[in-house]
């Protein structure tokens, strides 16, 4: 059967390069269509997500962006939030949890709801243990008990792996919940990578002849073959030359494909872009645009009810007048930004270690000046650095700088009164 052509010109633009220009004058031409049915089949792959029109650029072809998994939590995953004790299958950890199964009921009735991959969480009852084995499920011990020599050597056997956690079912639940959560969130945010298309338009290669360039944008990225040098005013371009063009570079405007959706938005208001380049290892991945930035983008509406203080002490170091943590996703909004909230709480524990060094338990923050200075984002390293600059009999005045990488991202001064014993 003889294809349509719209599904011809579909399979035209699918075999073209990323950043490939297409117009529908050039289709009607090179596949010998009428207009009508170019326009309605670029109209298509818009929807479809192959191509994308820019203002002042044309329609040019992109790559659907399909990074983003469902994902299942690891059993290792899962062992590292409860803390537990691997009794044997350390090999088979790396494994993604298929099903979460709580063993509630009799063991007969267990076996309705296991399934290969799935992790049984169950106390001290070998009969549910064995169903578990026999179905290719690994199983997950509550209350501090072990396994019986039977069950190691059974699930050894099949290749299954036992945890045992001193937690209670329901703390367990509710921290697997929590991480479950996490999971989502962070397959649901939009980066720059889902953003990103590649346009050369954008950049001129500083050893060429600028005379063949013109400018798509008041911004141009410089660029030497596959080194990326930076940003400058194309007003300036007339004047730039591969000897002095850092003196005319425009400071952080640059993205990396991880940057949230939040932190691009950032970065465009306060320097009135249309553009802003994603950039690794001195390497330009792309751009992303500001069209694509500021529509309307449908964010995740996700909801645990777990206290999440537990997590936050689990996973912080405290080292002398400093905490290093790595921001975790219920700390973040639905943007993947650290909430105002959870930076609080930080510098809460920050103050907490710092006084601690003093020896004073008993205080009450009484005045404080805030300076947020970049957006903190998801899965940053963070250090919380507390520094007393003042100490009277009664108050403390101190700062906490927040820094990533050393980088600060806030500094928080404040008037502590504290209280002798």
């Not at 003196?247 to 932190?263: H, K, M, N, V, Y």
């Not at 899965?379 to 600060?408: C, H, K, M, P």
């Amino acid at each position: 059967m003889a294809k349509s052509k719209h599904n011809v010109i579909l399979e035209y633009i699918e075999k073209l390069p990323e950043g490939a220009k297409i117009s529908v004058r050039q289709i009607s031409s090179y596949l010998n269509v009428s207009e009508g049915t170019s326009y309605r089949a670029i109209k298509s792959a818009e929807k479809d997500g192959i191509v994308k029109t820019i203002e002042r650029v044309g329609t040019i072809r992109v790559i659907r962006n399909e990074d983003h998994l469902d994902g299942h939590l690891t059993f290792n995953q899962v062992n590292r939030v409860i803390q537990g004790q691997v009794l044997t299958g350390t090999s088979f950890l790396e494994r993604e949890i298929t099903r979460f199964v709580i063993g509630a009921m009799a063991a007969e009735e267990i076996e309705s709801y296991l399934e290969s991959g799935a992790i049984l969480i169950v106390g001290n009852r070998e009969e549910a243990q064995y169903t578990a084995i026999e179905n290719g499920a690994g199983i997950l011990i509550t209350g501090g008990f072990g396994a019986s020599e039977e069950i190691i050597k059974r699930a050894e056997a099949s290749k299954l792996p036992v945890i045992s956690t001193s937690y209670d079912t329901f703390s367990v639940a509710s921290v697997i919940q929590r991480e479950l959560y996490s999971l989502s969130l962070s397959n649901s945010l939009t980066t720059a990578k889902d953003l990103m298309i590649k346009q050369n338009d954008y950049s001129f290669d500083i050893e060429k002849s600028r005379y063949r360039y013109t400018a798509m944008d008041k911004v141009t990225l410089l660029i030497h073959e596959d080194k990326y040098l930076g940003a400058v005013k194309s007003s300036d371009l007339k004047m730039i030359d591969a000897s002095n063009y850092q003196g005319f570079l425009i400071p952080d405007i640059e993205a990396s494909s991880i940057s949230t959706l939040q932190r691009i938005r950032q970065i465009m208001s306060w320097q009135q872009l249309n553009i802003v380049p994603v950039v690794e290892d001195s390497r330009l991945l792309g751009i992303v645009h500001r069209r694509d930035v500021f529509k309307n983008v449908e964010t995740p509406k996700l909801e645990a009810n777990v206290s999440t203080d537990e997590l936050v002490s689990r996973n912080i170091m405290i080292e002398e007048n400093k905490i290093h943590i790595t921001v975790m996703s219920f700390m973040t909004d639905e943007l993947g930004t650290m909430t105002q909230g959870s930076h609080m709480d930080l510098i809460e524990r920050a103050v907490k270690a710092v006084l601690s060094n003093y020896d004073i338990n008993s205080y009450h923050i009484d005045s404080m000046n805030v300076m947020n200075l970049k957006l903190i984002q998801l899965n940053q390293e963070l250090i919380l650095e507390g520094q007393v600059i003042d100490i009277g009999d009664q108050f403390i005045r101190l700062e906490v700088v927040t820094a990533s990488d050393e980088v600060v991202y806030s500094k928080v001064s404040m008037l502590v009164q504290y209280y002798k014993k």
